[in-house]
Structure formats: structure tokens, C-alpha cells
């Protein structure tokens, strides 16, 4: 196993990263990409390197609670997607650009072929990460990857998108996915509705301008291709036809399912979800 040891960054320009963390930082940095936004992440602990990506309108201090858990063992790198937290806004949010993002952080950091674990619209990136450039192992935090499924919620509020009401739609769709028990819902609401709905626009855009069973069919031609061990966690029951889906299409991809914990389910369990990917991420081959 590869660790991955980085000097402490001292520059007081990315102190953000240490606001209301309980990790003990090594790194703190920003990157340029060539399209034009700046791109904030940060490190924290010291081991196999297992890189973070949080959902849409989140930032990455979100997984303070699973970092702080894992960085006695691990290099916890954490990102925030182009548009969100301390990275700046762009012009292009497309799937592959986000990925392109990821794939910068894990060049400019030298971590070589890492875990990734993606909540939401992370665990999506997650996906076609490794399907293009390879991980050590990739754990999906309560996100169909039938990407048709999404794609169909989505489109059934694009008016409401569409219009003045854009982040009001996007508590809407969030809502459907069962906040609760998350204890601070409140708070996320509030984000949400404060979040620039250019970006969430952005973001959307394959999801309301692309028929759902094209995006399942290029969903069926990624996975195969990933071949990570990949475990995809739900915090309510996916379709019942889904697990076999998912395990006829990814090398020994398997799905558990916490119901009750609902979309927020790391953040609901952080021991838990911290004790059950701890082997995985230090042996792909655990179950």
C-alpha cells in the first residue's frame, strides 16, 4: 500500500480548510485548471490515499466527521468541486470537466491510483473516475448509478428549474431523497436555497436535456469498464431490480442497504460508515 506523506502549507490563504475541522491538516491547496477555475482541496493523515467528493451545492469540510475518523490510517484528500465552497465559479460544468477536476487533484497531490468515495453527485464522478483512470476501490454513498433514474426526477421539475424558483425545485428533489433522520436538514435547506443556481443549472444540464434510457445505457457501458471494487450503500431501498443490475454490469460491485439512515446516511452513522469502509479501503479485496 502506498502512503502519501505532503508538507504542511502554511500560506494563510487556504486557512479556510481548517474552519470547523476536527482533522488535523498536513496540506491545504489550490490548483489551477486550464479551462479557468481555481480548485480547493485539502489533506489531512497519512496512509493508502482514499480521496473525498461531496454532493451537489456541499463542500468538502462536510466530511469532517468521516476524515477525522479515518486519517489515523489514511491520506484523506478533500475537494471541492468547481463552483463550490472555496473553488471557484466556470464556465463548463459538464460530467467531464468535474472528472477532468479530480483527476488534477490526484496528479497534483502524486497520489497515484486512490479509493474515491463520493456522496450523491460525488459518487456519480466517483464512478466515471475510476472507469477512466482507475482507483484502488470506490464506495458510493446513496446514489443510483442507473443514471436514467435521476435523470427522470429531474426532468419531472424542469419547469420549476427552468425558472426563478430554481433552488426551491432543488429542495424539492432533495426532499424526495429522504433527508431524514439528519439531524440538521434545516440548515442544509438554507444552503441550498442560498446556492447559485447557475451552477446546479450547469451541472443539471445532461441530466434535463438527455432522454433518462440513454443515460442508463451510458451508465451500462461505463461500469463495466471499472474495475475497482466497488460498494454502492443506500440509506433507502433502491428499485428491487437494482442489485442484480449493478452486479451484472460492475466486477464484484455489491450494495447494502441501511434503510432508515436516508440520503445523509454517512453523516447519520459517521462510526458506522467509517468501521465498514476502514478494511475495504485498506483491502480492495474485504468484503
Not at 168 to 180: F, G, P
Request: charged letters at 20%; proline letters at 7%; glycine letters at 8%.
Amino acid at each position: 500500500m502506498r502512503a502519501v506523506r505532503v508538507a504542511l502549507n502554511a500560506d494563510p490563504a487556504h486557512t479556510d480548510a481548517r474552519a470547523s475541522s476536527g482533522d488535523t491538516l498536513t496540506h491545504a491547496g489550490t490548483l489551477q485548471r486550464d479551462d479557468g477555475p481555481t480548485i480547493a482541496y485539502d489533506i489531512a493523515g497519512d496512509g493508502p490515499p482514499v480521496v473525498f467528493i461531496h454532493g451537489l451545492t456541499s463542500f468538502r469540510q462536510t466530511w469532517n466527521p468521516i476524515t477525522t475518523l479515518l486519517a489515523p490510517d489514511f491520506t484523506c484528500v478533500r475537494m471541492d468541486l468547481r463552483g463550490h465552497g472555496a473553488s471557484s465559479a466556470a464556465q463548463e460544468y459538464s460530467m467531464q470537466s468535474l472528472v477532468g477536476d479530480l483527476r488534477a487533484v490526484v496528479e497534483e497531490v502524486g497520489l497515484g491510483e486512490p479509493s474515491v468515495v463520493g456522496h450523491s453527485l460525488g459518487a456519480s464522478i466517483a464512478v466515471v473516475y475510476a472507469a477512466a483512470h482507475g482507483a484502488r476501490t470506490v464506495v458510493c454513498v446513496d446514489q443510483s448509478l442507473r443514471f436514467g433514474e435521476f435523470a427522470a426526477l429531474v426532468q419531472a421539475r424542469a419547469d420549476d428549474l427552468r425558472s426563478p424558483r430554481t433552488m426551491e425545485a432543488v429542495v424539492s428533489i432533495d426532499r424526495a431523497l429522504k433527508l431524514e433522520p439528519y439531524a440538521d436538514v434545516e440548515e442544509l435547506e438554507r444552503r441550498i436555497l442560498a446556492f447559485p443556481r447557475e451552477v446546479v443549472l450547469g451541472i443539471w444540464d445532461a441530466l434535463l436535456t438527455t432522454p433518462p434510457e440513454q443515460l442508463t445505457a451510458i451508465a451500462e457501458a461505463l461500469l463495466p469498464r471499472v474495475s475497482a471494487s466497488l460498494l454502492s450503500l443506500h440509506g433507502s431501498p433502491p428499485p428491487p431490480d437494482y442489485e442484480s443490475w449493478l452486479a451484472s454490469l460492475g466486477r464484484g460491485a455489491r450494495i447494502e442497504i441501511w434503510e432508515g439512515a436516508g440520503h445523509m446516511l454517512h453523516l447519520v452513522h459517521p462510526e458506522r460508515f467509517a468501521a465498514r469502509v476502514r478494511p475495504l479501503l485498506r483491502d480492495p479485496a474485504a468484503r
